[in-house]
């Protein structure tokens, strides 16, 4: 049972624009949602969270929305760059259980010169 | 660098055998996690201990097991090997209250063959 996902499991976007990733999750319990991001070889590394109780968080070039009623999330990355190819996850956690994460299957970003 | 130090980081054993897989958390974390990324599974929750006892649990096989330490080290162990066991293994460490940061190590390549 897919509670958390990817639907996209690649993008390709250009050197400078904005890439959006976007995630859906089926379980309403969950209420707090993390994006991580992984490298080959390389374990995932934390970008950007959010609670259930906001609608956005923005760090840097990153921006995640939260749409609830929608059970939707996305994460922006403004302006893409190179360095920013990677393997995106989604992941969602309710606050009594933490750590539990659901993680989706991933988006493979190209961010291409 | 995460701080989550996870050894081996290859491993090639055969069916029917059984392996350790160690991790050491972030200084300071009371809380271990340890995830199966597979290629048909995706990233999933196994296990989590807290200070020694286990939290929570997950999908995890009855053929494997988990320990944490005093010393706050875990050990994942995992017997009667099969060829579907084969996966990346991560460990991953937090602060146990909800909203913080969880890192992950380097993850174990499990093969088995």
């Known amino acids: 049972d897919q509670q958390v996902k990817q639907n996209s499991p690649s993008l390709s976007v250009q050197e400078g624009r904005i890439s959006i990733l976007n995630c859906d999750y089926t379980?309403?319990?969950?209420?707090?949602f993390l994006w991580y991001k992984k490298y080959p070889a390389e374990g995932p590394t934390f970008l950007i969270s959010?609670?259930?109780?906001?609608d956005k968080n923005e760090d840097g070039r990153f921006t995640v929305f939260l749409n609830k009623s929608a059970k939707h999330l996305s994460l922006h990355i403004v302006p893409s760059q190179p360095g920013d190819s990677a393997v995106y996850f989604c992941?969602?956690?309710?606050?009594?259980?933490?750590?539990?994460?659901?993680f989706g299957a991933g988006t493979q970003v190209v961010v291409t010169p | 660098d995460s701080g989550v130090t996870q050894t081996p980081k290859h491993l090639i054993t055969a069916t029917g055998q059984r392996v350790t897989l160690r991790c050491s958390p972030r200084?300071?974390?009371?809380?271990v996690y340890w995830y199966q990324q597979s290629l048909d599974q995706g990233l999933q929750f196994l296990i989590q201990?807290?200070?020694?006892?286990?939290?929570a649990k997950g999908n995890i096989l009855e053929r494997f097991s988990a320990q944490q330490f005093p010393d706050l080290h875990s050990e994942l162990n995992l017997s009667s090997l099969e060829l579907g066991d084969s996966a990346l293994y991560f460990c991953?460490?937090?602060?146990?209250?909800?909203?913080?940061?969880?890192?992950f190590g380097e993850g174990s390549w499990l093969t088995v063959v």
């Open positions: 991953a460490s937090s602060v146990v209250a909800a909203g913080n940061t969880i890192y």
């Open positions: 379980n309403s319990m969950f209420d707090y």
């Open positions: 959010i609670s259930s109780i906001k």
């Open positions: 992941a969602a956690s309710r606050t009594d259980s933490w750590g539990k994460l659901q």
């Open positions: 200084s300071g974390d009371l809380s």
């Open positions: 201990y807290y200070n020694g006892e286990e939290r």
